[in-house]
């Protein structure tokens, strides 16, 4: 063979392999539809901190360096689920400059708290799969917590023709942030938390319960908005929770089953 006609593009490839430092950069992207809802009639903060605005996760498998970069897509769709929630939503990097604004009746903190997934591969070659948990933090406007909801989006892709999958794994990235974009807009009005912005009324600091009471035990309980994981069915590719249409007057119909929420207020199942 003659060596001069080696492509440089094929020793990068090979020398790729044999050191292990296969890379796949995972950016999940895109914008909601506008969800046609009644957003509620509240002035709110909303905390993306430099941290979460450049949040990152890495992970290696079978000699494959994979790089989630979520915090440039995770602000962007933040800041349009808060405008479509809230009469009006200011965006800030910190609780402390959110707390300084006039006329604020909450402060939220969306975080992500956890990422996973699944490449083609480990399903089978029939789709791709990620999974990601927030934590949204509510304070008052003053700046003390107020509560802590829990919230996990799922999102699938296709499977791979060619290539190393980072793309359909950024599909599947966004459908995950989607779908939990979708059991926030529909579902936070619903907590007992949300009724006093749906009155106009500012979230009020609690009076902290006495160490060891029943109600001490019942306020360690997080609210959660769950959902159930994927099925690892033979699909190509799994549409995320629609946003809504119209407020609806009965549960739609969803697969896989529907969000189950619950509360240390009065209990709620949803």
Same mark, same amino acid.
């Given at each position: 063979? =003659? ?21 796949? #950069? ?27 605005? =450049?949040?990152?996760? $890495? ?8 790089? #989630? ?5 995770? $602000?962007? +769709?933040?800041?349009?689920? %808060? $405008? ?25 903190? !969306? ?5 996973? %997934?699944? =490449? ?11 999974? &990601?948990?927030?934590? &949204? ?22 499977? !791979? ?11 599947? /990235? ?7 974009? #979708? ?10 938390? /949300? $009724? ?24 360690? #309980?997080?609210?959660? +908005?769950?959902?159930?994981?994927? =099925? ?39």
């Amino acid at each position: 063979m =003659n060596l001069r006609s080696i492509s440089p593009i094929f020793v990068c490839a090979t020398v790729m392999f044999a050191t292990g430092c296969a890379k796949v #950069a995972v950016r999940p992207e895109g914008d909601l539809p506008k969800p046609l809802i009644v957003a509620t009639p509240a002035k709110v903060g909303v905390v993306i901190t430099p941290e979460t605005g =450049n949040y990152v996760h $890495k992970e290696s498998r079978a000699s494959v360096d994979y790089e #989630a970069q979520l915090g440039p897509s995770h $602000k962007h +769709i933040v800041e349009e689920i %808060f $405008k479509a929630e809230f009469a009006e939503a200011k965006m800030f990097d910190s609780v402390d400059a959110a707390r300084k604004e006039p006329g604020l009746l909450a402060i939220f903190e !969306p975080r992500i708290e956890q990422f996973s %997934f699944a =490449n083609a591969k480990e399903t089978g070659g029939v789709y791709c799969a990620v999974t &990601i948990r927030y934590q &949204i933090l509510i304070y008052a406007p003053t700046g003390e917590i107020i509560d802590t909801l829990s919230l996990t989006g799922y999102g699938s892709g296709p499977a !791979p023709r060619i290539g190393n999958g980072e793309e359909e794994l950024g599909i599947a /990235a966004y459908a995950a942030m989607r779908d939990a974009a #979708a059991k926030f807009l529909t579902q936070f009005p619903t907590l007992d938390v /949300a $009724k006093p912005l749906l009155v106009s009324q500012a979230l009020q600091p609690k009076v902290q319960p006495i160490p060891g009471s029943a109600e001490a035990v019942a306020a360690q #309980a997080e609210v959660t +908005i769950e959902a159930v994981p994927i =099925n690892d069915s033979p699909v190509v590719a799994t549409a995320p929770a629609p946003l809504p249409s119209a407020p609806p007057s009965a549960p739609p119909e969803v697969s896989p089953p529907p969000s189950q929420m619950t509360s240390r207020y009065p209990a709620t199942a949803l």
